[in-house]
């Protein structure tokens, strides 16, 4: 059908976007992690071993979504007649798990060098150039990996994308905690940085996690398709009462079931051809739809049973 052929182009298109970032990412990330982790140790600045450590986790970020591109790829199988689109939202969700852990080392191994009773040494000042370097490299991976997951729709890469940008913001408080460092003469405030740099790495894993659990739960982050999907199937002759509508969201793309009401007194042929109306108006009229499922009652018909969708009264009275 040509809508599969669609389907199959949009998908080969993305995955070879996600690909390609993803393997940009992996470079990246290995030449940032090993210069920042090598001069954070030579330097002897544990702000920005830190940092480095957090780059190496971007490094497996990187991988998984490499990985996960070609499980998306995969055309549907009895075990997954939907596909495998949602392996991406998996995938999401483990790397919120992955930068939770690197936040939470980090913090613990700073904390135990915070009551670490030795005697604490100045980091070297040529660790600052190592954290600008840092800097413009991350702003240039979180900036190319934005672009590709707007491109495409990806959560991986705009996950991705959202932890190299904080990861711009935890490079920019190391330089300045290096600063002060030296300034103030304070060993302990390099310490200090890079407790703020594990709690605020923890932040965003539990935030991408959140985001994630909404399309694992069959929600909608955005409800306002609800109302395209309504106006849609509304301006088609002969069609009455759309309600019990779901929509789930599978990778980029949505899924809608719905019922709606015609004249009882029509042929089947007849209430097929509305229904198929309303299918092509949908799918015309609303971009990334993978499939639209209708069925078909007749005029004030009433099932006590139903608890399930939404219709456009219920969404008119949430407002």
Not at 246 to 266: A, F, H, L, S
Not at 279 to 300: A, F, K, L, R, T
């Amino acid at each position: 059908m040509p809508g599969d052929s669609k389907v199959e182009n949009i998908t080969s298109n993305r995955t070879a976007v996600i690909r390609k970032a993803s393997w940009v990412g992996i470079i990246g990330n290995a030449f940032l992690s090993a210069i920042k982790i090598t001069a954070g140790i030579l330097s002897g600045s544990f702000a920005l071993l830190g940092d480095g450590i957090d780059s190496a986790t971007d490094i497996v970020t990187s991988v998984v979504t490499l990985f996960t591109s070609k499980i998306v790829d995969r055309p549907p199988d009895e075990g997954h007649p939907y596909g495998h689109g949602r392996a991406e939202t998996v995938a999401t969700k483990a790397l919120s798990f992955i930068i939770f852990f690197a936040g939470a080392q980090l913090a613990l191994t700073t904390i135990q060098k915070l009551f670490d009773t030795t005697e604490r040494n100045i980091p070297d000042f040529f660790a600052i150039y190592f954290v600008i370097i840092s800097i413009f490299g991350k702003a240039f991976l979180a900036f190319y990996k934005y672009k590709a997951g707007k491109k495409v729709n990806s959560s991986m890469l705009l996950a991705d994308s959202k932890n190299m940008m904080n990861d711009i913001l935890i490079s920019i408080s190391v330089l300045i905690g290096l600063i002060f460092t030296f300034v103030l003469n304070l060993p302990i405030v390099d310490l200090i940085t890079a407790l703020f740099v594990s709690v605020w790495i923890m932040k965003v894993a539990f935030d991408i996690f959140l985001e994630t659990s909404v399309e694992l739960m069959d929600g909608l982050a955005d409800q306002s398709i609800y109302n395209k999907v309504f106006n849609a199937t509304c301006g088609v002759e002969g069609v009455k009462n759309p309600h019990r509508t779901r929509i789930r969201k599978i990778n980029t793309m949505y899924v809608i079931d719905m019922d709606i009401e015609v004249d009882g007194n029509i042929t089947v042929t007849e209430g097929h051809d509305i229904s198929k109306k309303v299918h092509d108006c949908i799918q015309n009229q609303i971009e990334n739809i993978y499939d639209v499922i209708i069925h078909v009652e007749p005029i004030g018909n009433k099932e006590e049973t139903e608890k399930f969708g939404l219709s456009k009264d219920s969404i008119s009275n949430q407002r």
